[in-house]
Structures are given as C-alpha cells and as structure tokens.
C-alpha cells in the first residue's frame, strides 16, 4: 500500500485533457514539493514535473503540476498517442525520513 | 552530460547478498547539492525507494528495507554502492541508481537499470 495514492488508471481521447491526482497527507505532500515522472513502456522513468509545477528542459509546456493542500495533479493537454506511459508522483515523508512514491497511473489513450 | 550505470550479478540466490555499484560519469560524486540514491521496480510494478546516500556517508534508508541495507559511496572512484541482504523472491526487481537534487528532493537522473533476478 503506497502512502501516495494515485488512480491505477486513467483514459483520454487524443488531443482531450486528462489529469492525474496524487494523494498523501501532511507529512508528505502537505509540507513538502511533489515531483512526477513519465515511464514509457520498457524505459526508465523521467522526470516530468519538480517542485509542484516546474518543467525540465524539454518537457513541453502539455504537462502541467499544481498541488492544494494534502494532494497534487498532473495535467496532460492535446493527448498524444505518445503519452500513454505510467506515471508517478514523488515527495518526501518526515514522519517516516523517507522518499515516497505514488503507485503509478497507467495512462491509456484511446 | 552526466551518466549513472549499474553494475553487478544479475542472478542472486536466496538468503544470500545483492551486491550493486553505480559508476557516475560527467560530474563529480563528491557535490554537496546532490543526494545519490536507489530504486528499484518489480517486475510489472511500481516505483520503491531502496535508500539514499550522502557524499560525507550520511545515509537515509526505506523504513521497510532498513534492515536489510547498507549503501556506501567512494568519491575518489566516483562511484556509490547498494547491499541488500537476505534477498527472497520479493527483491527481484529492475535497480535503479540515480541522483537526487538538494536534500533528497526529486530524481533528476536516472541509470539504465539492471534487472536482478533472486533464485531459489
């Protein structure tokens, strides 16, 4: 059982919208900054969103982070076949010292 | 750029130690703005924290696995290291090496992986 809880999946229409919550509580996600990352089918993750809602070099402005309190979001616009992957949230736990992860959404385009 | 690779067996028996070295390219180990970390990934799963290391030995570990795990980190050969002992078929999984920014803060990158497979 993740201490981050993510939906195990989600599915869009190409070009729709989707969004992807990431759910934890305030020793986690409600004092701390939430990262996401992309895992593409048979790659290694990459990191998508740091610090809430900033993107690498590279991510293009699709993806977008915010986070309210206790939970985070993804946001994915103009869906591509190119972005069904799985995708993980991220933070830090102070009251286990320990990094935590979302147990993944598996993103489906239709 | 920098580059992480895993190296180690990638068979490991039952009740016995896996043993894994990350080598790190392209920038040094011994930065004080960075965390060096594992992950790892069973088969058809999701992601799981093994541990982290700091370049002057300071660790942090999985609550989970903490008894289990020892990481350690050789700056002058640019490399850090996982051991996880007594491995069952639990721990077979793809390991990941990789970098944290600032204090254990997210991944910025990522090894290849190397998939480890514990056998009975």
């Known amino acids: 059982q993740s201490v981050l809880t993510q939906p195990p999946s989600v599915s869009a229409a190409p070009g729709q919208k989707v969004t992807i919550s990431c759910s934890g509580s305030s020793s986690n996600i409600g004092n701390k900054c939430v990262s996401w990352y992309q895992q593409l089918p048979g790659t290694v993750p990459k990191l998508l969103i740091y610090?809430?809602?900033k993107r690498p070099s590279g991510i293009p402005d699709r993806f977008s982070g915010s986070k309210s309190g206790t939970s985070a979001t993804l946001g994915i616009t103009g869906l591509q076949t190119g972005d069904e992957a799985d995708y993980y949230c991220?933070?830090?736990?102070?009251?286990?010292?320990?990094?935590?992860f979302g147990g993944g959404t598996k993103l489906t385009v239709l | 750029q920098l580059q992480l690779q895993e190296s180690g067996p990638g068979l490991v028996k039952s009740s016995e130690t896996l043993s894994l070295t990350c080598s790190v390219s392209?920038?040094?180990?011994?930065?004080?703005?960075?965390?060096w970390g594992w992950i790892r990934q069973p088969p058809g799963k999701g992601l799981e924290w093994i541990g982290s290391i700091y370049y002057n030995g300071d660790t942090y570990y999985n609550p989970s696995l903490k008894s289990r795990v020892t990481t350690s980190i050789d700056t002058s050969k640019n490399q850090f290291s996982l051991k996880l002992s007594s491995v069952t078929a639990a721990d077979t999984a793809v390991y990941y090496c990789?970098?944290?920014?600032?204090?254990?803060?997210?991944?910025?990158?990522w090894g290849q992986g190397t998939l480890v497979t514990v056998s009975s």
């Open positions: 610090d809430n809602n």
């Open positions: 392209g920038g040094p180990i011994s930065s004080s703005s960075y965390y």
């Open positions: 990789a970098r944290h920014v600032a204090y254990l803060d997210y991944v910025d990158h």
């Open positions: 991220e933070t830090w736990d102070s009251s286990l010292s320990a990094v935590v």
